[in-house]
């Protein structure tokens, strides 16, 4: 259990990053944090809405992998 509850910690933190590099690649929609990360520039740029779109099902693709993971790791501390 123990190999089980590393591979559940290290997949959490790896998507954990992963998860906040994609949200601050979103384009701001107004003012608030992504403004302060240069996404005031981006949002006057003709963005594709395509990239848009794939970069918002990535983000919950991840998302759903990092709850997985904090469910299961809650499983195994839980069980073991």
Same mark, same amino acid.
């Not at 701001?28 to 809405?49: C, I, L, P, R, V």
């Not at 904090?70 to 069980?79: A, K, P, S």
């Given at each position: 259990?123990? =190999?089980?509850? =590393?591979? *559940?910690?290290?997949?959490?933190? =790896?998507?954990?990053? *992963?998860?906040?590099?994609?949200?601050?690649?979103?384009?701001?929609?107004?003012? +608030?944090?992504?403004?302060?990360?240069?996404?005031?520039?981006?949002?006057?740029?003709?963005?594709?809405?395509?990239?848009?779109?794939?970069?918002?099902?990535?983000?919950? +693709? $991840?998302?759903?992998?990092?709850?997985?993971? $904090? =469910?299961?790791?809650?499983?195994?501390?839980?069980?073991?």
């Amino acid at each position: 259990m123990d =190999i089980l509850k =590393i591979v *559940f910690e290290v997949l959490l933190v =790896i998507t954990g990053v *992963f998860l906040v590099l994609l949200i601050l690649m979103h384009k701001g929609k107004g003012g +608030g944090m992504s403004d302060m990360f240069g996404g005031a520039m981006s949002s006057t740029m003709g963005g594709s809405s395509v990239a848009e779109r794939n970069l918002n099902r990535i983000t919950v +693709g $991840i998302a759903l992998v990092w709850l997985a993971c $904090i =469910i299961g790791l809650g499983l195994v501390v839980r069980f073991s």
